[in-house]
């Protein structure tokens, strides 16, 4: 099975410009969520979709941000418009079902991340 | 206070000996509890949950959790060279949430 891809690998564009990010989950994963880690900080949650419908976007930094999942399947995260602190990298995870069962049954997983970087 | 902290390390033993990592958390409600392995530049991958307190073993991986101490570890016996990684602590806040809370990692290197 293929795993959670994200597109670019990495991505440097100036600031004030606009950055799209590209997640494509595991088929047939109704969950997907958005992850970021800022240089020496922890990675940190920033929304969770179940098919296209937002369910949790608390992390969301500010209204620079937005995440869409149209259709329920592939997810992109846009920044317009981008500012220093916005570099990092970025991932995205899928899951089946909830994670958060207490079973393990339904595993988290993560892609690689886009590394963006804004000069 | 941190919500999840780890020694950022580098933690550094030898080949064949057991790695020890080591994480508080500070959500008492925290629910669910994960270990995962990132290697440079690739996606972190999970390893280890535990749910209850007391030991899950999983091959070469022991879990441990202690909810009365909001304390979870990872030991790794007899460590391989290719067990070197950065090893993340995750928890889940209380209520059922979907979201990860996240160490910022210890960095594992076992020397051959």
């Known amino acids: 099975e293929a795993g959670v891809t994200q597109f670019p690998s990495h991505s440097v564009i100036e600031k004030g410009q606009t950055v799209t990010l590209r997640c494509d989950p595991i088929s047939g994963h109704d969950n997907l969520y958005w992850y970021r880690r800022v240089m020496g900080k922890e990675i940190k949650f920033l929304l969770h979709f179940v098919k296209e419908s937002k369910q949790d976007e608390s992390g969301m930094p500010n209204n620079r941000f937005l995440a869409e999942r149209t259709g329920g399947t592939y997810s992109t995260l846009k920044v317009q418009p981008a500012e220093l602190e916005d570099s990092g990298v970025y991932f995205c995870a899928s899951s089946q079902r909830s994670f958060n069962t207490g079973t393990g049954h339904s595993p988290l997983h993560f892609g690689n991340g886009t590394r963006l970087t804004v000069t | 206070q941190k919500e999840v902290e780890q020694n950022s390390g580098p933690l550094s033993v030898p080949e064949g000996a057991i790695a020890s990592l080591n994480c508080t958390y500070s959500?008492?409600?925290?629910?669910?509890f994960f270990w995962y392995r990132q290697y440079s530049g690739k996606s972190p991958e999970l390893i280890m949950s535990?749910?209850?307190?007391g030991d899950k073993e999983d091959g070469r991986f022991t879990a441990q959790l202690n909810k009365a101490s909001q304390y979870v570890s990872l030991l790794i016996r007899d460590s391989q060279p290719s067990d070197s990684a950065t090893y993340l602590c995750?928890?889940?806040?209380?209520?059922?949430?979907?979201?990860?809370?996240f160490g910022k990692g210890t960095k594992l290197t076992v020397n051959p």
């Open positions: 995750a928890v889940t806040p209380q209520g059922g949430s979907e979201k990860l809370v």
């Open positions: 959500d008492r409600g925290s629910q669910s």
């Open positions: 535990i749910y209850s307190n």
